[in-house]
């Protein structure tokens, strides 16, 4: 079984300030991929980045990095200098390579992020 | 350009009409799937396929069915809608790779 987990439901956070989006994951396999998406008010859901398990290197895409760490099974999202555009729900989500869980994609409970002019 | 289509965007019906919600993708992916998202924001599996005739229940229980009779289309159906059944319903497809998803922009289902 796996499991997505983010504790935080809400957040809010004036323009420019930065925020970080909080992410833990459970899986007994060794292969899987992490993902955020972005869904704004319309619904659908933006892909925004995925990172698989045997590459734990960080990076940074513009306003937008990510902290992948397998040691405490977290891959935390981070926004710098947030804007208004940033406001949606944000959700973790997962997929294993192997197993009963194959190919299907976990999601996180969703954090809703608030961005104040 | 979307690569995958949901229709309607959105349907308010009344209780105890039969409803379909239809999928469909360009890609020749052979896996496809349906998430139920309730208006709590969760995102629920309620059903997937790995290819035509192939159809299986997802993670969450849901009185709704699906078909695959073409590799493009996957369309969800539910006999007698109730106001339980309002959610937002998202269609996704995969290819051979992994990691690769493609999700259509959802239809919003309220049953009044």
């Known amino acids: 079984a796996q499991k997505v987990t983010q504790a935080q439901t809400e957040i809010s956070v004036v323009e420019k300030e930065d925020v970080t989006l909080d992410c833990v994951y459970e899986t007994r396999d060794t292969t899987y991929y992490l993902f955020w998406y972005k869904q704004p008010p319309s619904g659908e859901l933006v892909f925004l980045i995925r990172r698989n398990s045997f590459d734990e290197q960080n990076e940074i895409s513009g306003r937008y990095s990510w902290n992948f760490q397998k040691s405490t099974s977290s891959f935390n999202f981070t926004i710098t200098a947030s804007q208004v555009v940033d406001s949606a729900v944000y959700f973790c989500?997962?997929?294993?390579?192997?197993?009963?869980?194959?190919?299907?994609?976990?999601f996180g409970q969703g954090t809703i992020l608030t961005v104040h002019p | 350009e979307a690569d995958i289509y949901q229709t309607p965007r959105y349907l308010v019906i009344g209780t105890g009409k039969k409803i379909t919600l239809e999928c469909s993708q360009t890609?020749?992916?052979?896996?496809m799937y349906w998430y139920q998202q309730d208006p709590g924001m969760e995102l629920h599996l309620i059903h997937y396929?790995?290819?035509?005739?192939?159809?299986e229940k997802g993670d969450l229980s849901s009185e709704s069915t699906v078909s695959r009779i073409r590799t493009e289309h996957f369309p969800l159906t539910l006999e007698s809608a109730r106001p339980s059944h309002t959610s937002q319903y998202l269609c996704a497809s995969r290819g051979r790779v992994l990691y690769g998803y493609t999700f259509g922009s959802g239809t919003r289902l309220t049953v009044v």
């Open positions: 989500a997962l997929t294993n390579a192997g197993g009963t869980s194959y190919g299907k994609l976990t």
């Open positions: 890609m020749g992916h052979d896996k």
């Open positions: 396929s790995y290819g035509v005739n192939s159809t």
